[in-house]
């Protein structure tokens, strides 16, 4: 079988980053009238490129089949609206985008961020393939185009609704298959004196911290800031600033204007960054070769927990339906025989099941009810969240599981 051809240079990819086995997509969760239907699973096998060093998977199924109904909405998790109200907060105060401004953003969601800039009279347009998403965007009074985004659509949009002075993505850029095009498309669109900010995960964390739940199907690429420099450079755009995030477990995010407008000079925290990737070693295959045995001792570590307190008699049910943790419980092979159900503020997940493993996902009420000795939070990135709501509900006699980045035991005894 000839190997993958990279996705930004095109060069053939031949080395294993990690090996997860089969899995199904992530967010296809299951309704009771397809529990004994086949079911999809595909390859989740990260390889990394020892050319641009891109980690990356196989496309198996394509954009449209993944994202057109989508099971993420991103206001249910209060921290993420949080953090996207601030982060508007801070494009008026250092870029001055307000009144008169013209703002897009790419996979918008549902309005979840854009909302924040109307009260400044900002002219807002999102873009979001998931039509179902895209519904609750329109009813929070956000323009929302469902349709994918590429150069196609970007000489459409510069056509009919001018060229942005702030271009936005927020965990897209590893959601999409054809990344040259799409960043040729950021190029196409924004206004000569625009900025673009896009936020995704640090794969520096994610290997750092052993993350590697947040592998799964819908995301095709993992980058560093050594690579997405060389792929933004190479469509015309310079990443001139640089932001360290705590969100989602470590997250870059990148601030890129025209290679040709200097207005914006690069600041002090690129060339850092490139020299603490340097030191760690992200221009080296070598450093990518140990991450898979440290995957393997984190599902030797979680088995044999949960083997013992199901041995010894303990309830145990699951916090949360995230993408991450259906990678983790497919990898770790962790179904309804060591949790029992699990639960998700999302009604759109509610009564339906996780895909692969089948567990319920239930809705947050019946945690109260069942009393467990036991609750694994899957959005391990939403810890503080969950222990701060949740975790201080005094009907709730138990103790929280952290999986990552490594086996963690929290709150009281059960």
Not at 37 to 53: G, T
Not at 396 to 409: A, G, H, M, Y
Request: one cysteine or more; a neutral charge; aromatic letters at 10%.
């Amino acid at each position: 079988m000839s190997p993958m051809s990279c996705r930004f240079c095109g060069r053939p990819v031949r080395h294993t980053f990690v090996d997860l086995g089969m899995s199904p997509l992530c967010q296809t969760h299951i309704t009771r009238e397809q529990l004994n239907r086949m079911e999809p699973f595909y390859p989740l096998h990260a390889r990394v490129c020892e050319h641009c060093f891109l980690v990356q998977l196989e496309q198996f199924v394509g954009p449209a089949e993944i994202f057109e109904e989508y099971a993420y909405f991103a206001s249910y998790a209060d921290s993420w609206v949080e953090h996207a109200r601030r982060y508007c907060g801070l494009m008026g105060e250092r870029f001055g985008i307000g009144r008169g401004s013209r703002v897009v953003e790419i996979a918008s969601n549902d309005g979840y961020l854009l909302q924040h800039f109307l009260p400044h009279g900002v002219t807002v347009l999102g873009v979001e393939p998931a039509a179902n998403v895209a519904a609750a965007a329109v009813a929070r009074g956000i323009p929302t185009l469902t349709k994918f985004f590429g150069t196609a659509l970007a000489r459409e949009l510069a056509r009919d609704f001018g060229r942005p002075d702030l271009l936005i993505g927020n965990n897209v850029l590893a959601h999409v298959p054809e990344l040259n095009d799409f960043v040729a498309g950021m190029k196409l669109l924004l206004g000569a004196r625009g900025l673009i900010t896009m936020e995704f995960p640090h794969l520096l964390e994610l290997m750092r911290h052993n993350q590697f739940d947040t592998i799964y199907h819908e995301h095709f690429s993992y980058f560093s800031f050594t690579t997405v420099r060389e792929v933004f450079r190479h469509h015309g755009l310079t990443l001139f600033d640089v932001e360290q995030l705590p969100t989602h477990g470590g997250s870059l995010r990148i601030y890129a204007r025209h290679s040709e407008d200097e207005s914006r000079p690069v600041a002090a925290r690129v060339v850092a960054l490139l020299g603490v990737e340097r030191e760690f070693g992200m221009e080296r295959l070598a450093t990518y070769a140990g991450f898979a045995e440290q995957v393997r001792e984190t599902k030797r570590a979680l088995l044999a927990f949960l083997i013992d307190a199901k041995r010894a008699g303990k309830r145990i049910v699951g916090y949360g339906a995230p993408g991450k943790g259906n990678t983790l419980l497919n990898y770790c092979g962790i179904g309804t025989d060591f949790l029992d159900f699990t639960v998700d503020r999302n009604p759109y997940k509610q009564g339906k099941f996780t895909p692969g493993m089948h567990i319920p996902i239930l809705a947050p009420e019946e945690l109260i009810a069942a009393r467990p000795d036991y609750v694994l939070i899957l959005p391990w990135n939403l810890k503080d969240e969950v222990l701060a709501t949740v975790g201080t509900d005094p009907r709730l006699k138990t103790q929280f599981l952290v999986p990552i980045p490594r086996l963690q035991l929290v709150g009281g005894a059960p």
